[in-house]
Nanobody, 126 residues
């Protein structure tokens, strides 16, 4: 089992950058596939980016491709989401998620993840 704590959100102007962090507890973090999702008011939770257990595979939603970068440091039990060139439409609560899976497969459906962080608010002003 793993517990996730999201952090790093805040208020930023359009064009700015933020780095989100997700710290995981537990000794087996390196065996978990990780993902970032977001949910804007009145909208469904949507996939943003995912990374395989080893970090060898990543996948991004089209809306963030080229602007966001997901990475992980298994020695620190942490996954990151570097967000550049932020837009007002990126405003949402961002959640990290984990699934115990040691393969290169990236899961884009929220139902494939077993563990969730509490979320961190990202607000991008125009």
């Amino acid at each position: 089992q793993v517990q996730l704590v999201d952090s790093g959100g805040g208020l930023v102007q359009a064009g700015g950058s933020l780095r989100l962090s997700c710290a995981a507890s537990g000794r087996t973090f390196s065996s978990y596939a990780m993902g970032w999702f977001r949910q804007a008011p009145g909208k469904e939770r949507e996939f943003v980016a995912g990374i395989s257990w080893s970090g060898g595979s990543t996948y991004y939603a089209d809306s963030v491709k080229g602007r966001f970068t997901i990475s992980r440091d298994n020695a620190k039990n942490t996954v990151y989401l570097q967000m550049n060139s932020l837009k007002p439409e990126d405003t949402a609560v961002y959640y990290c998620a984990a699934r115990n899976y040691t393969s290169s497969t990236i899961f884009v459906s929220s139902g494939n993840y077993n563990y969730w962080g509490q979320g961190t608010q990202v607000t991008v002003s125009s």
